[in-house]
């Protein structure tokens, strides 16, 4: 289907969906049972580049279409479309002339592989929903919240994936998991099995300093997910998580969270989080220098949160450190990692050896749906040329994130949100421009327009 007739396909089932609902109007019965959602989204994102490196922008604007139906008491189905537009940009393709790279942030707005295509289509959910007393069972092309594989918003669209998923919810314990089968991640336009999904955004280098050369080299059935959250006492939570990828590596986390009750609506929290990763079998290639986790050493990772939360304020220090035996992995075109040290714009994953520190406060205005946080990070990753434990040659850096999201009392479906980013070298560079341009020494900005309904 050439990209025309996409854009068309999407339109009409975006007016045939609205007729639908519109036609069932007088049908009380049939109109609690339908429901037609969507958002439509406009991002503007520029980076700005230290001098003499080139800076990027781009104008992107997007429109989602969902439609909801209930099929007797215990079923359900849902379809989901989107479609996404460059209205004006730099030229994502061009490489820098020191760096020999191009955008990194911009091009992400759109479909990476494809970068120059003025419109995407992407056909999204697709799924079969059971309800059941006390939870639900998805079957098909579906969303999911799990630690390691999520939506990570900030591009235009999120990453969905395809296969089984479960929740169940008792008094005191939460249950969920499923397998997944294929993926199809944030910024491409297009599902891929589990293990061709791994390698679709930059590989990096493998630990003996050789370009890694995974992506479609690997072979993996699927994902298990489980995970159980249990509240032990109203001030004690218990969370596990294991995500299996068939043939490639295991991943397990344990988490426990302390809540206290202070003075008024106040409460301080704190949260500890250990994740542990294994090799499992080749590690996905059948070569070592074609697999996703080469390392016989287990990767492990501590993080860890102290903070307030009341009504209007949040303010938490977080640590995260990954221990120098191993790099720690996740695709990236899963979601974003758990870590209590996550900033947007930025990535855990790919480094072994590491000292994370963030503060985060927030401080929001309910009356005019006003929301405004600051955080302020400090990492401290190994030398660039220590390639056993940095996959993608970044440097050392400080970062600076500053937003505010407005959601007006008159427009309670529109959200407004600015995001300043700007990142500070620390580690040595060796005067290359590889280990500088679009990492650090440079500012991001973020204008966000969403009007859901």
């Not at 035996?325 to 870590?339: C, I, N, S, T």
């Given at each position: 289907m050439n990209e025309r007739r996409k854009i068309y396909a999407f339109f009409?089932?975006?007016?045939?969906?609205?007729?639908?609902?519109?036609?069932?109007?007088?049908?009380?019965?049939?109109?609690?049972?339908?429901?037609l959602s969507g958002q439509v989204r406009y991002i503007f994102?520029?980076?700005?580049?230290?001098?003499?490196?080139?800076?990027?922008?781009?104008?992107?604007?997007?429109?989602?279409?969902?439609?909801?139906?209930?099929?007797?008491?215990?079923?359900?189905?849902?379809?989901?479309?989107?479609?996404?537009?460059?209205?004006?940009s730099s030229d994502l393709e061009k490489n820098d002339p020191l760096a020999k790279r191009p955008s990194r942030y911009e091009v992400g707005l759109f479909d990476l592989h494809y970068p120059t295509k003025k419109s995407g289509f992407r056909l999204e959910e697709l799924y079969l929903q059971y309800a059941l007393k006390n939870g639900t069972?998805?079957?098909?092309?579906q969303l999911i919240n799990a630690?390691?594989?999520?939506?990570?918003?900030?591009?235009?669209?999120?990453?969905?994936?395809?296969?089984?998923?479960?929740t169940l919810k008792f008094p005191s314990t939460q249950i969920e998991g499923g397998w997944i089968g294929a993926v199809l991640p944030r910024s491409i336009n297009g599902w891929y099995s589990a293990g061709s999904s791994i390698g679709l955004y930059p590989q990096g280098i493998n630990s003996d300093g050789t370009a890694a050369d995974y992506a479609g080299h690997l072979s993996s059935k699927g994902i298990l997910l489980a995970?159980?959250?249990?509240?032990?006492?109203?001030?004690?939570?218990?969370?596990?998580?294991?995500?299996?990828?068939?043939?490639?590596?295991?991943?397990?986390?344990?988490?426990?969270?302390?809540?206290?009750?202070?003075?008024?609506?106040?409460?301080y929290l704190a949260s500890l989080q250990y994740v542990h990763q294994v090799k499992v079998a080749d590690g996905g290639g059948s070569e070592n220098s074609q697999g996703y986790f080469q390392s016989t050493t287990p990767a492990q990772v501590i993080s860890a949160m102290t903070g307030i939360k009341s009504a209007r304020f949040d303010a938490s220090f977080n640590y995260t450190r990954i221990l120098k035996?191993?790099?720690?992995?996740?695709?990236?075109?899963?979601?974003?990692?758990?870590?209590f040290t996550f900033m947007p714009r930025e990535r855990n994953e790919g480094f072994g050896d590491v000292h994370a520190f963030v503060i985060k406060t927030a401080y929001n205005f309910p009356k005019v749906g006003l929301k405004t946080s600051l955080q302020a990070e400090y990492f401290r990753l190994p030398d660039v040329k220590n390639v056993a434990l940095n996959r993608y040659g970044m440097p050392s850096y400080s970062q600076v994130n500053a937003e505010v999201r407005y959601t007006p009392k008159f427009a309670s479906k529109l959200d407004l949100q600015f995001l300043y980013v700007y990142k500070d070298g620390s580690g040595s560079t060796y005067q290359n421009p590889g280990y500088i341009f679009n990492?650090?020494?440079?500012?991001?900005?973020?204008?966000?327009?969403?009007?859901?309904?």
């Open positions: 009409l089932l975006s007016l045939l969906l609205s007729l639908q609902v519109f036609s069932q109007r007088d049908s009380a019965k049939v109109e609690k049972s339908s429901k994102m520029a980076t700005d580049n230290m001098q003499p490196f080139t800076d990027y922008f781009a104008h992107s604007f997007g429109a989602q279409a969902k439609y909801e139906r209930g099929l007797g008491k215990h079923f359900g189905i849902a379809a989901g479309a989107s479609i996404v537009y460059n209205l004006s069972i998805g079957l098909g092309n630690p390691f594989i999520n939506p990570q918003d900030g591009r235009m669209r999120p990453t969905f994936v395809s296969g089984l998923y479960t995970g159980i959250s249990h509240t032990v006492s109203p001030g004690i939570k218990l969370k596990f998580w294991e995500q299996c990828s068939e043939n490639i590596f295991n991943t397990v986390l344990l988490q426990v969270d302390a809540e206290k009750k202070l003075e008024g609506q106040t409460k035996k191993a790099r720690y992995l996740m695709p990236r075109e899963w979601g974003r990692k758990p870590f990492k650090v020494n440079m500012a991001l900005y973020n204008v966000v327009i969403n009007y859901s309904w």
